[in-house]
């Protein structure tokens, strides 16, 4: 995709300079590129684990980091499944639905499996599989128990996703009002139930 190629030149230009430029970086017209790549802290991840591994930068995007990211998205959406049923069971299902899921729909660019399994070391795919569900777990977690670690690691979760790519903030914030909505629901028919029964 064209933003890959872009981000590989901020990220060379970090390997060679110690430093990213928020001009373009192909053909030095000066001309500021968009917003969202001057902040974007996915490019200073991939120049540092492409300078730390002593790997070329399009080897870490293209073909290092997607097996790893995989993982890591598929026991993401473990760890959310498992706190929401309590049960490692239907987790496993939950994880075996979203690669199977992923392996019949691998439609051009933004079919599901394309997603996952070609593009998931993009920023905004990070945001969406990562991200996203680990937020929703950390989200869960502060529900159930009201602990300050619950609601520290969802507010510096919120912040990654912000400075990875603003999309899945969109998706996170939708999640939140649908599931205070389903809440507030559940517990006035509760309320309503309790009161008719008395």
Partial sequence: DFDDWTYLGYVREYLDTDQINAEEPFLGTGDAVNPRMRSNVWVVVQALISDVADVPPHEVLLEYLR???IVFVALATY???RALFRSATVA??????QLGYAFLDMS???GFGRNLFLRISEDKMIGAFLL???????????VTMRSASSYIGFALTVIAISVVHPVPLVFLATA???????RALTERSL???GWAAL
């Fill in 92 to 97: 496993l299902l939950a994880v075996a639905f």
């Fill in 67 to 69: 097996p790893l990211l």
């Fill in 79 to 81: 760890a959310l499944t």
């Fill in 108 to 110: 051009a660019h933004e």
């Fill in 132 to 142: 996203f569900p680990i937020a929703l777990l950390f989200l869960t977690r502060f």
């Fill in 176 to 182: 939140i009002a649908s599931l205070g909505a389903l």
């Fill in 191 to 193: 309320g309503e139930a």
